[in-house]
């Protein structure tokens, strides 16, 4: 079974472009979430996606902003970016229902120049 | 505010070694803990889940504990082996929504033969 995929691995951008990053979910899983590592703050949610909807949400600025498909892939996209977007942005997917475990990507790593 | 805290940050350890990690956290109202590995440049994965019902899981040489009335959790490693060495994570869902996950920095871990 083939895990949670995200295009592109790698990115360079620059300052006041837009990115959009991609994630398809593992095979059966319609719930996606979106998450920033940085070294200094760690892991932070961003959102939720279940089904299309929203579910949740992070403390992120409105710049960030998602969707997800009727397949369960998702997008999240990035506008007028920052230096202090650089990050790698994970993607997991899981199972509907409670107490299903969070299935993670690679990662894209977006480097802002 | 809700928060993760993992203790130590950093963690050397000759092969062969049982050893332990900790997890606390502020907010005792979980639903359910997972315990990750990160390996560098890669994304996360899936451990051990323990759902606030249960004490503890077992999965090989590890075995994960949870005490919901101090706020904390502990991932146990037996045996280490070179093999171990990356970063753990530990990260709690506070209800329902599977995907909001609030992580600790993580401790990495290094194993030396």
């Known amino acids: 079974k083939a895990g949670v995929t995200q295009t592109p691995r790698y990115l360079i951008k620059t300052r006041g472009q837009q990115v959009t990053l991609s994630c398809s979910p593992i095979s059966g899983h319609r719930s996606v979430s979106w998450y920033q590592q940085t070294p200094g703050q760690g892991l932070q949610f961003l959102f939720e996606?279940?089904?299309?909807?929203?579910?949740n949400k992070g403390n992120f600025p409105g710049r960030f902003s998602g969707r997800q498909f009727s397949n369960s892939r998702s997008e999240m996209n990035v506008s007028t970016l920052e230096l202090g977007d650089s990050a790698l942005y994970l993607c997991?997917?899981?199972?509907?229902?409670?107490?299903?475990?969070?299935?993670f990507g690679d990662g894209t790593r977006l480097s802002i120049l | 505010k809700q928060e993760v805290t993992q203790i130590p940050a950093a963690l050397s350890v000759p092969e062969g070694e049982n050893l332990v990690l900790n997890c606390s956290f502020t907010d005792s109202a979980i639903y359910n803990l997972q315990w990750f590995r990160q390996d560098p440049g890669k994304g996360l994965t899936s451990l051990l889940l323990i759902q606030s019902s249960q004490r503890e899981q077992t999965s090989g040489r590890l075995n994960a504990s949870l005490d919901k009335s101090s706020g904390r959790s502990t991932l146990y490693i037996a045996a280490s082996q070179p093999g171990d060495s990356a970063t753990y994570l530990c990260?709690?869902?506070?209800?329902?929504?599977?995907?909001?996950?609030?992580f600790g920095k993580g401790t990495k871990l290094s194993v030396k033969p």
């Open positions: 997991a997917s899981s199972l509907a229902g409670g107490n299903q475990p969070q299935h």
């Open positions: 990260a709690v869902n506070y209800g329902g929504s599977q995907g909001n996950l609030i």
């Open positions: 996606y279940f089904s299309e909807t929203q579910r």
